[in-house]
């Protein structure tokens, strides 16, 4: 693990599940537009809050690129789940402001609801192709010019899916900071 604090909030990164992040408030969901089950990050959390999840989703779609919705977490051992439409990079423009809209818009939520604890995925990395190094710059950069608005939020939680991809964030992470 990995962690490294500013201003009083302390950003984590792990390799997990973003299922089984049974110590944090919200997970945040790469959604699709329509806040369907899907594949990758999309899929394992609708599958794992269950149909529910996808009924309270159905007056919140369709959401728009960098925007951010917030539902119960229904099955998932989280009190809510933050669902982010990332850019499909190279068709959404301009994808590194979109895709930093995500973490705001995310944190922005999390601030609202009063929410010590949030978990991200790496948006748009997977089915929608944005480059890993780019998008972790991109979500460092984003987090980072918010620890000093968060009054609520503490630890802000990146889950990687593979090992390289979490040594890839922490090198990006020790960059931004040293």
């Known amino acids: 693990m990995t962690e490294y604090t500013t201003d009083g909030v302390t950003v984590e990164l792990v390799r997990a599940d973003i299922t089984r992040q049974v110590d ?15 594949g990758g990050v999309a899929g ?34 989280n009190d809510h789940v933050i669902h982010c439409l990332g850019p499909v990079y190279g068709v959404d423009t301009p994808s590194d402001t979109l895709l930093a809209d995500c973490y705001h818009n995310a944190l922005r939520l999390a601030e609202e609801n009063a929410l010590v604890s949030i978990a991200f995925p790496a948006l748009s990395t997977g089915a929608f192709g944005y480059p890993m190094e780019e998008a972790a710059t991109v979500a460092f950069r984003a987090v980072l010019s918010m620890t000093s608005k968060l009054d ?25 900071v040293s």
């Open 24 to 38: 944090v408030q919200a997970v945040v969901n790469a959604a699709n537009a329509e806040l369907r089950t899907g």
């Open 152 to 176: 609520t939020v503490r630890l802000i939680r990146f889950v990687l899916f593979g090992e390289s991809d979490l040594a890839l964030h922490a090198r990006v992470l020790e960059r931004m």
């Open 44 to 77: 394992a959390i609708h599958r794992a809050a269950g149909e529910a999840l996808y009924e309270e989703c159905k007056p919140l779609a369709p959401i728009r690129p960098g925007q951010a919705v917030i539902t119960g977490a229904h099955g998932l051992p």
